[in-house]
């Protein structure tokens, strides 16, 4: 969204055990759900006059209404003003809400207890403030560039990890009778002339990285969907009939509506014969462009938009609304009402277990009262200037909880590092040297003689429509902000123990950093948003042992990436289905931390690979369902692993699974993470992983047929703690 200031319905509704296993729910299917919605719709829709249908799929325009978006109510059948809001992290612009974590944080828990209950948090404050449509999760932009400006809002550049991650996001905001909003669709991978630039992708790529984890948001009843700023294949992507009409609602069977991202509609008849349902917020920022309303009106009475394309659109947005059972009992709109509840309880949880350890020599964490503390860098402390100082959190000043832009909240409070360092410290007898500056000078005195030095350093990016510090949403580079490296450089010159402690929209090169003889640990905090502090003391201290793993690849070089911010009109996106860890496998090149990487306070033992199949080759031949053909979502292989705690301390492991597709597939990557769980286990305790594999999990895309395909012949299967430390290696054949 570009602003200037300002019940669970799955098919197969699914939760997960901790043994990474999908137990099904009690629940009506999918498509039974939308029928009785539909049908509701269908007799409310007979009660409407054109203006009224008109009315339902337009805006009423930019700043003029208690919300971002808000639709007109019609009366005559109890429908009020919609209330659409963002985001996927909070209640953007609210008096009393939670400030969860971003997406990226989510993800690098690996967590889906921790991710479904964030979402039914999400839902719960959403309705509580009479929010109609909650503008989130996000599943795009994937991720392909590591330094894009929003990837921290969604869950990272694997289309499996963000797939799982989406569905049980959506399906915990829509048991709370909220609809959900699944975005940007589709390939909106940079901030830099979004509103321009053609993302040019091939049909295999689309289908296997981008759509990917849309599909699981249709399967698991997403009510609406955002169409993004960009071009597809030289077609504005709010009106390109082939990815809202053919990609989405005919091949996904997505039954929702269709909403634009805020002013990104061009024309009246392409956006509506094209497969666009709602346009958003129904004027541009001036107010003076408007293109539906009256203009809508005229082109239903010329012919030009049929007035069966209208009642469709009416149709799936009254649909989507009792689908929820918003016609019922539903909370007025009240931005103020407080509504945080418990949840800062999910917060801290998932800003704590999404901490990946990524160095720890000598074992110098955790911490163990240590007599003399140095605290050293300006995002240690609370921003001077108040924690909200920052319109949409447009600044990198103080500590970094999210990212800026549009898909932020208001904090209502903000515990930084030194506030949680300050009172652990006290109970210790624990002398703490502050000093809250980034500048080199000082820092000597600061940090030796203290029996650890703490660093902290920031990377931040955001939304294209707010520059902080030059940077207008994509970052230039990979290298930490306010010369990070330098103040690294100079405490570990001065304290042979020094501890990195690093918040980050997304990788830095950390090169500079661990080439310092006194880094001996660093500690990826990533985007703890308001309990900040309190999650860093837990896993500094030992409260509890880290247990986050890399949602994305940390590479040595930026150019290891092989992927760039496109300065020009056209993204080609040449890489293909090449991206992240899938582009460092197939050429051979070393990250520094690999995807799914991070350590513990414990040990790990990988055993017992047990692989059972049913699967056959071929193409996927189900009805289609939401989600796409019903059969892609059928169990046809179960691998299951056994994983024991040999250290001596409690501690969380994520084991992985990693497919690999005969060699009669396609050129496709070595391998794709397929399957994960958390495993919870005491010393010396063991716990068996379930990974079901799907028919869509063994699939590739095939242009030729357009379906999904099993290949013939032997797969692959690697089970381990990250993408490149793949303990258990086996195989099965599919004839």
Not at 10 to 17: D, F, H, R
Request: net charge neutral; hydrophobic share 35%.
């Amino acid at each position: 969204m570009h602003l200037l200031t300002f019940a669970v319905l799955a098919t197969s509704s699914l939760a997960w055990a901790e043994t990474g296993e999908k137990q099904a729910r009690q629940a009506g299917s999918g498509s039974a759900a939308w029928d009785a919605a539909y049908s509701q719709a269908s007799t409310a829709l007979s009660k409407l006059s054109q203006q009224d249908k008109v009315n339902i799929v337009t805006g009423v325009g930019w700043n003029k209404g208690t919300c971002v978006g808000n639709t007109p109510a019609i009366g005559s059948i109890g429908y009020p003003q919609l209330c659409l809001q963002d985001g996927p992290l909070g209640i953007r612009l609210a008096g009393s809400v939670t400030a969860f974590t971003p997406g990226i944080q989510a993800a690098s828990t690996w967590d889906v207890e921790l991710i479904r209950q964030r979402g039914i948090y999400l839902g719960a404050e959403a309705k509580g403030v009479g929010v109609h449509v909650l503008l989130g999760p996000v599943a795009g932009p994937l991720g392909k560039l590591p330094n894009g400006g929003r990837n921290w809002e969604g869950f990272g550049p694997d289309p499996y990890l963000t797939g799982i991650a989406m569905s049980e996001t959506i399906e915990g905001i829509q048991s709370n009778g909220v609809q959900a909003c699944a975005k940007h669709f589709i390939l909106n991978e940079q901030e830099t002339n979004r509103e321009t630039i053609s993302s040019v992708v091939d049909d295999r790529t689309m289908h296997e990285l981008y759509l990917f984890p849309f599909a699981d948001a249709v399967h698991s009843n997403v009510a609406s969907v955002m169409c993004s700023y960009n071009k597809v294949n030289g077609t504005w992507a709010c009106e390109t009939d082939k990815i809202l009409n053919g990609l989405l609602k005919k091949e996904l069977g997505f039954k929702g509506y269709v909403m634009s991202d805020w002013n990104a509609q061009h024309t009246t008849n392409g956006a509506a014969n094209s497969g666009m349902d709602m346009t958003m917020p129904g004027s541009d920022f001036n107010g003076k462009t408007i293109l539906w309303g009256p203009q809508l009106n005229t082109a239903v009475n010329n012919g030009q938009v049929s007035k069966a394309r209208l009642d469709d659109m009416a149709k799936r947005i009254l649909a989507s609304w009792y689908l929820l059972k918003q016609n019922s009992g539903y909370p007025a709109t009240n931005l103020k009402a407080n509504v945080q509840g418990n949840h800062k309880e999910n917060v801290r949880a998932v800003a704590r277990d999404g901490i990946v350890l990524l160095k720890n020599d000598d074992n110098i964490l955790p911490l163990k009262k240590p007599s003399k503390l140095a605290v050293i860098g300006s995002s240690s402390v609370v921003n001077p200037a108040g924690i909200n100082a920052c319109a949409d959190r447009g600044c990198n000043t103080g500590a970094l909880g999210m990212g800026w832009g549009s898909g932020t909240a208001e904090y209502p409070y903000f515990v930084a590092p030194y506030d949680a360092l300050k009172t652990r410290a006290q109970s210790d007898g624990t002398t703490i040297n502050l000093l809250s500056s980034d500048s080199t000078s000082g820092v000597a005195n600061a940090a030796s003689g203290a029996d650890a030095a703490l660093v902290f350093i920031t990377a931040d990016s955001g939304e294209g429509y707010i520059a902080v510090e030059g940077v207008a949403g994509d970052r230039p580079n990979l290298d930490p902000w306010h010369n990070g490296n330098q103040l690294v450089q100079a405490v570990a010159q001065a304290n042979k123990n020094t501890i990195v402690v690093v918040h980050s929209t997304g990788p830095i090169i950390l090169e500079t950093i661990l080439a310092q003889p006194g880094v001996k640990a660093v500690v990826w905090a990533g985007l703890p948003s308001q309990e900040n502090g309190n999650a860093l003391v837990d896993v500094l201290y030992g409260l509890v042992s880290p247990s986050g793993k890399l949602p994305y690849t940390i590479a040595k070089s930026e150019s290891d990436y092989g992927t760039a911010v496109q300065r020009g009109g056209t993204d080609q996106f040449a890489e293909g289905l090449f991206i992240d860890y899938r582009h460092f496998d197939k050429n051979g090149i070393a990250p520094r931390y690999e995807f799914g990487f991070g350590l513990s306070y414990t040990n790990f033992t990988y055993s017992s690979l047990s692989i059972t199949s049913t699967a056959s080759s071929g193409p996927a031949s189900g009805d289609t369902i939401p989600g796409g053909r019903s059969d892609l979502w059928e169990t046809v292989a179960t691998v299951t692993a056994v994983v024991k705690n040999t250290g001596g301390v409690q501690g969380a492991e994520v084991p992985q699974m990693y497919i690999t597709l005969p060699s009669s597939a396609p050129s496709t990557p070595p391998k794709q993470l397929r399957g994960f769980a958390k495993l919870k286990l005491a010393p010396g305790e063991s716990k068996t992983a379930t990974f079901n594999l799907r028919r869509r999990d063994l699939s590739y895309w095939d242009t030729g047929r357009q379906n999904w395909v099993v290949p013939s012949g032997s797969f692959g299967v690697g089970v381990g703690a990250s993408s490149r430390d793949l303990r258990l290696n086996g195989k099965f054949d599919v004839s």
